[in-house]
Protein backbone atom coordinates (compact mmCIF):
# COMPACT_ATOMS: atom_id res chain seq x y z
CA UNK A 1 0.00 0.00 0.00
CA UNK A 2 1.28 3.36 -1.11
CA UNK A 3 1.20 6.15 1.67
CA UNK A 4 0.88 9.92 0.69
CA UNK A 5 3.73 12.02 0.30
CA UNK A 6 3.88 15.75 1.96
CA UNK A 7 3.35 16.84 -1.55
CA UNK A 8 0.37 14.20 -2.00
CA UNK A 9 -1.01 15.65 1.29
CA UNK A 10 -0.21 19.51 0.75
CA UNK A 11 -2.20 19.06 -2.57
CA UNK A 12 -5.24 17.32 -1.21
CA UNK A 13 -5.65 20.43 1.27
CA UNK A 14 -5.40 23.15 -1.17
CA UNK A 15 -7.94 21.65 -3.72
CA UNK A 16 -10.68 22.19 -1.08
CA UNK A 17 -9.22 25.92 -0.32
CA UNK A 18 -9.44 26.48 -3.99
CA UNK A 19 -12.91 25.07 -4.27
CA UNK A 20 -14.48 27.04 -1.64
CA UNK A 21 -12.79 30.16 -3.32
CA UNK A 22 -13.97 29.70 -5.93
CA UNK A 23 -17.80 28.73 -5.10
CA UNK A 24 -17.61 31.97 -3.09
CA UNK A 25 -16.29 33.75 -5.96
CA UNK A 26 -19.73 32.28 -7.96
CA UNK A 27 -21.41 33.12 -4.76
CA UNK A 28 -20.67 36.71 -5.12
CA UNK A 29 -21.23 37.03 -8.80
CA UNK A 30 -24.36 36.01 -8.85
CA UNK A 31 -25.25 37.75 -5.82
CA UNK A 32 -23.77 40.76 -8.43
CA UNK A 33 -26.18 40.27 -10.93
CA UNK A 34 -28.95 39.84 -8.84
CA UNK A 35 -28.89 43.34 -6.66
CA UNK A 36 -28.08 44.76 -10.24
CA UNK A 37 -31.36 42.97 -11.71
CA UNK A 38 -33.91 44.02 -8.76
CA UNK A 39 -32.50 47.52 -8.90
CA UNK A 40 -33.08 47.63 -12.90
CA UNK A 41 -36.84 46.65 -12.34
CA UNK A 42 -37.18 49.59 -9.43
CA UNK A 43 -35.68 51.93 -11.96
CA UNK A 44 -38.13 50.76 -14.57
CA UNK A 45 -40.81 50.91 -12.27
CA UNK A 46 -40.03 54.30 -11.18
CA UNK A 47 -40.28 55.22 -14.90
CA UNK A 48 -44.12 54.28 -15.06
CA UNK A 49 -45.26 56.03 -12.25
CA UNK A 50 -48.09 58.86 -12.32
CA UNK A 51 -46.18 62.59 -11.46
CA UNK A 52 -48.85 62.15 -8.70
CA UNK A 53 -47.69 59.26 -7.08
CA UNK A 54 -43.94 60.70 -7.91
CA UNK A 55 -45.41 63.90 -5.63
CA UNK A 56 -46.50 60.97 -2.73
CA UNK A 57 -42.72 59.85 -2.72
CA UNK A 58 -41.35 63.39 -2.82
CA UNK A 59 -39.41 62.11 -6.35
CA UNK A 60 -39.34 64.69 -9.20
CA UNK A 61 -40.32 63.71 -12.91
CA UNK A 62 -36.67 64.93 -13.58
CA UNK A 63 -34.65 62.82 -10.91
CA UNK A 64 -36.82 59.73 -11.41
CA UNK A 65 -35.99 59.68 -15.55
CA UNK A 66 -32.67 60.33 -14.48
CA UNK A 67 -32.65 57.23 -12.34
CA UNK A 68 -34.72 55.60 -14.79
CA UNK A 69 -31.75 56.24 -17.26
CA UNK A 70 -28.68 54.33 -15.63
CA UNK A 71 -27.14 51.70 -16.91
CA UNK A 72 -27.75 48.10 -15.44
CA UNK A 73 -23.52 47.63 -15.44
CA UNK A 74 -22.70 50.65 -14.25
CA UNK A 75 -25.41 51.82 -12.26
Same mark, same amino acid.
Do not use: H, Y
Given at each position: ? !???? %??? $? %???????? @?? =??? !?? =?? $??????????? $???? #?? !? !? +??? +????? @???? #????????????? %? =??? #?
Amino acid at each position: M !ATDT %SDE $R %SSQTRVPA @LL =ATV !AE =AA $RNLIESIETRC $RKQR #GR !A !A +LSE +LTDDE @LKDI #GVSRADAMTEAAK %S =AFW #G
